[in-house]
């Protein structure tokens, strides 16, 4: 539930879960040990008063015990029947006081409820002394310790012991407070097994609801990309059960529907081939010159298109699986072999990067970027750094840029900017709109920018799945 992370130096602590199963988690967790802390303290709540009525029942009950002892015991053994009664909670002795009395540090309460409580307990010792011949005997509460919520009580009974006024009284005093003994551990132990097994059963249970979700969202992350996968099995609940079907569906129609559109588009592209040179043919046969070549030129601008246009469907279509690759050393083999043919071309970043990606579609998405700065840029840096997001691989040229309102506008299919791309360069518009679509295949994206020294940026963004 807890992640730690940098943000300019400082550390971020996240304490809820992102994830939906981290939420249910926390969320039955925190509504069991809620739970749980309230039974208890119920629990031992009622336990502490059924304690404190078992002991003022046993003070009651001793006293009655010892004034049927006295009745029976004749007077000059009083004291040792007083004495073998007497234990380390209660203490007796004959006074000729006809009222409950407070010795030592003891505190005599006199209130509204104490009154209710010493005439109850009154009306329950008289049951007790049933039988016995003494009289209505006298309650009264003490403070043996503690101030106000945290006080320790005491009790003083006095029981006459014939009939008033002149009989004797025998008078009973507590001289420890009564209090129940301590913590139940048996019951805490059962409450802390009982909700160990419920937490365990709970994850057990909100994992396994949630797998199917995490699969889903993992096949429909690898579908964004591009990436080739069997359909997925459906099982869970009912919900999701019918989300993973519809997500099979959906994956389906959307590939039957590519992959026929790349093959019509290939299917033209291949067609068109034979009238381009059947044109050509008869543009050959024009005796005009000027017209001649004007004709051969349109139809080897055509013929790049086409051919071009042919050669980005037959990619598409092959499905290249994605693997484990270093793209730093991809980069830096591509750079060399644009340094070999002499063309301006650095590289800037670390040795070695593995990420997981299809090499062979990056290394054409970033030949073309290189190529362009090089043709409309004169020189090409290239630069490779982490990000937040993953990776980005970054093509400064020194060339005149692109205005940004038209940024946009060059990732379209045979868009050329006239007053920054040439036609006599041959190229035809699409380089850009594939270095986009294989970086939005992985997932990432392809962007332009402003360089730091001028001219044009472009920065392709790769996620980056292993760290």
Request: net charge neutral.
């Given at each position: 539930m807890?992640s730690?992370g940098?943000?300019?130096?400082?550390s971020?602590?996240k304490?809820?879960p992102?994830?939906?199963?981290?939420q249910?988690i926390a969320l039955l967790?925190i509504?069991l040990?809620?739970?749980?802390l309230l039974?208890?303290?119920?629990?031992f709540?009622?336990?502490r008063?059924?304690?404190?009525?078992m002991?003022r029942?046993?003070v009651?009950?001793?006293?009655a015990?010892?004034v049927?002892?006295l009745?029976?015991t004749?007077p000059?053994r009083?004291?040792e029947v007083?004495?073998a009664s007497?234990s380390?909670l209660?203490?007796?002795?004959?006074?000729?006081?006809?009222?409950?009395?407070?010795s030592?540090?003891e505190v005599?309460?006199?209130?509204?409820?104490?009154?209710?409580i010493e005439?109850r307990?009154?009306a329950?010792?008289?049951?007790?002394l049933?039988?016995?011949?003494?009289g209505?005997p006298r309650?009264?509460?003490?403070r043996l310790e503690?101030q106000g919520?945290h006080a320790?009580?005491?009790?003083?009974?006095?029981?006459?012991?014939?009939?008033?006024?002149?009989?004797l009284w025998?008078?009973?005093?507590?001289v420890?407070p009564?209090r129940p003994v301590g913590w139940?551990?048996?019951?805490?132990?059962?409450?802390?097994?009982?909700?160990?097994?419920?937490?365990?059963?709970?994850i057990?249970?909100?994992r396994?609801?949630?797998r199917?979700l995490?699969r889903?969202?993992?096949a429909a992350?690898a579908?964004?990309?591009?990436?080739p996968?069997?359909?997925?099995?459906?099982?869970g609940?009912v919900?999701a059960r019918?989300?993973?079907?519809?997500f099979n569906?959906?994956?389906?129609?959307?590939r039957r529907?590519?992959?026929d559109?790349?093959?019509?588009?290939?299917?033209i592209?291949?067609?068109l081939r034979t009238?381009?040179t059947?044109?050509r043919?008869r543009?050959?046969?024009i005796e005009?010159?000027?017209?001649r070549?004007k004709?051969?030129e349109?139809?080897?601008e055509?013929?790049?298109m086409?051919?071009?246009t042919?050669s980005?469907?037959?990619?598409?279509s092959a499905?290249e699986p994605?693997?484990?690759?270093?793209?730093?050393?991809?980069?830096?083999?591509?750079?060399a072999?644009f340094?070999?043919l002499?063309r301006?071309v650095s590289?800037?970043?670390?040795e070695s990067?593995?990420?997981?990606?299809?090499p062979d579609?990056?290394?054409?998405?970033?030949r073309?970027?290189?190529d362009?700065?090089?043709?409309?840029?004169?020189k090409?840096e290239t630069?490779?750094?982490?990000?937040?997001?993953g990776?980005?691989?970054?093509?400064d040229?020194a060339g005149?840029?692109?205005?940004?309102e038209?940024?946009?506008?060059v990732f379209?299919?045979?868009?050329?900017l006239?007053?920054s791309?040439?036609?006599?360069t041959?190229g035809?518009?699409?380089g850009?709109s594939?270095a986009?679509?294989?970086?939005?295949?992985h997932g990432?994206?392809l962007t332009?920018q402003?360089?730091?020294?001028?001219?044009l940026?472009?920065?392709?963004?790769?996620?980056?799945r292993v760290r």
């Open positions: 807890k730690v940098s943000d300019g130096g400082r971020r602590v304490l809820w992102g994830s939906l199963a981290g249910l967790l509504a040990v809620g739970s749980q039974a208890g303290l119920l629990f709540g009622e336990r008063d059924a304690l404190l009525a002991q029942d046993h009651l009950a001793r006293t015990s010892v049927r002892l009745a029976a004749a000059d009083a004291d007083l004495a007497s380390r209660l203490r007796f002795r004959l006074s000729r006081e006809p009222a409950p009395e407070a030592g540090d005599r309460i006199e209130g509204r409820i104490e009154g209710r005439r307990l009154a329950d010792l008289v049951g007790y049933e039988g016995t011949g003494a209505m309650v009264g509460l003490t503690g919520r320790r009580l005491g009790l003083t009974l006095a029981v006459p012991l014939g009939p008033e006024p002149d009989a025998l008078a009973a005093r507590t420890a009564l139940a551990w048996p019951a805490v132990a059962a409450l802390a097994a009982s909700a160990t097994a419920i937490s365990l059963i709970v057990f249970m909100v396994r609801v949630t199917p995490r889903l969202a993992d992350e579908f964004g990309r591009g990436e996968g069997a359909p997925l099995e459906v099982q609940p919900e019918r989300s993973v079907a519809a569906e959906m994956r389906g129609r959307i529907f590519v992959d559109r790349m093959s019509l588009l290939a299917a592209s291949h067609d009238p381009i059947a044109l043919l543009a050959e046969l005009e010159t000027e017209t070549e004709m051969l349109t139809l080897a055509l013929q790049r086409v051919e071009a042919l980005f469907a037959r990619e598409e499905a994605t693997r484990r690759v270093d793209v730093a050393a991809l980069i830096e083999a591509l750079v072999d340094a070999e002499g301006p590289y800037r970043g670390p990067l593995i990420a997981e990606l299809r579609a990056l290394r054409r998405a970033l073309n970027l290189i362009n700065a090089l043709t409309y840029g004169a090409a630069a490779l750094v982490r990000s937040e997001q990776l980005e691989i970054r093509i040229d005149p840029g692109i205005p940004a038209q940024r946009e506008r379209d299919p045979f868009r050329r006239e007053t791309r040439s036609r006599e041959g035809v518009g699409l850009l594939i986009r679509s294989i970086a939005r295949g990432g994206d332009l402003t360089a730091p020294g001028g001219g940026r472009a920065v392709l963004s790769l996620p980056d």
